[in-house]
């Protein structure tokens, strides 16, 4: 890892520019055992501040699952004004106890950012970008799409799907994480919004990634009343196909097809890797979600066992006849 006076740029990136850490404030750091080292790195770019109070936890392997965070973790979650949570790995059944960890930080004003699957390769490259510069073209698209209707989605691969997003609150995922009970994921950079459930209508042709799955052929999904009902491609196409499955067996059956999510990618360091994190901040492409939208942080009403992005790129995006995004290009 690159390092100038002392830290690394991700760790200053992180401590002053995301979190705008200040002299006297208290702040709370979280890992797992992997990322013992990148821990290391902060508790040090944190004390350049001057911290009014600092607390250290390092998630211990043999711990894992975390199926609940220890009272401890709560209190001080509580009494912190900033927290920096990053792992390296997140299964899937911590979900439950992060959430109620997230909360308790919220109910008590202390502002938080999460970072998942994070390695070397993200923190020199995602976690070193301009998040200023990030702040101000996703605002802007944020500006261009909050209040209109009607979004369509092309692109020369096949993809032409149509829906709604009226009267639905547009998101913005900038990085800047500085208000109080403010959440923010790290790396970041992306703006969305939930589509009305039952609007998407066309075909929507997936060829960069699905979560943990970079595509070898692209995978056409038609939707028809805001479902998809018609899934065609090869290898990856059948993976879709057996997720969606799998959430049809746990519950609420009907929903697990049903379009969720609008993504348009802000990050210019952003780089296709088959994780999430990543793939769906790279600018020039947009992600369509299908499955649960529901949480606040959504804005949705459809509630589901899965949420699955599929990433487009390239894309033309018209809202209300005015192109945002042109093959990629945006001229916002």
């Not at 299964?91 to 390695?119: H, K, N």
């Not at 609008?262 to 499955?291: C, F, Q, S």
């Amino acid at each position: 890892m690159p390092i100038t006076n002392g830290q690394p740029p991700w760790a200053r990136n992180i401590v002053h520019t995301c979190m705008n850490i200040s002299a006297g404030e208290k702040v709370l750091l979280i890992a797992d055992q992997p990322l013992a080292a990148v821990r290391t790195h902060l508790v040090a770019e944190v004390l350049t501040v001057d911290p009014g109070q600092m607390w250290c936890y390092t998630l211990p392997d043999v711990a894992r699952p975390l199926l609940e965070y220890p009272p401890l973790l709560h209190q001080v979650g509580a009494e912190a004004d900033a927290a920096i949570v990053f792992f390296a790995d997140v299964p899937s059944e911590e979900t439950p106890g992060r959430l109620a960890f997230w909360r308790t930080c919220e109910q008590y004003g202390t502002r938080v950012s999460f970072g998942a699957q994070i390695d070397d390769s993200i923190l020199e490259n995602e976690l070193s970008a301009d998040y200023p510069a990030i702040a101000v073209i996703t605002r802007r698209l944020k500006e261009r799409l909050q209040g209109k209707d009607q979004v369509r989605i092309t692109t020369a691969l096949g993809t032409d799907l149509a829906f709604s997003i009226a009267g639905r609150d547009v998101k913005e995922d900038t990085g800047l994480i500085h208000e109080p009970g403010q959440f923010g994921n790290l790396p970041a950079g992306e703006c969305f919004v939930s589509p009305l459930e039952d609007s998407a209508q066309g075909v929507l042709v997936v060829d960069k990634s699905f979560p943990d799955l970079v595509l070898a052929e692209p995978v056409r999904m038609v939707f028809d009343k805001g479902r998809v009902v018609t899934i065609e491609g090869g290898a990856e196409a059948e993976e879709l196909t057996r997720r969606i499955e799998y959430g049809e067996r746990q519950e609420d059956v009907q929903n697990c097809r049903v379009i969720a999510e609008l993504g348009i990618g802000t990050n210019p360091a952003a780089r296709l890797t088959g994780r999430l994190i990543t793939d769906e901040k790279v600018m020039g492409t947009v992600h369509i979600a299908i499955g649960d939208n529901s949480l606040p942080s959504y804005g949705g009403v459809n509630r589901a066992p899965i949420h699955i992005d599929g990433v487009v790129g390239r894309p033309t995006l018209v809202v209300d006849g005015k192109t945002l995004i042109e093959d990629g290009q945006y001229l916002v």
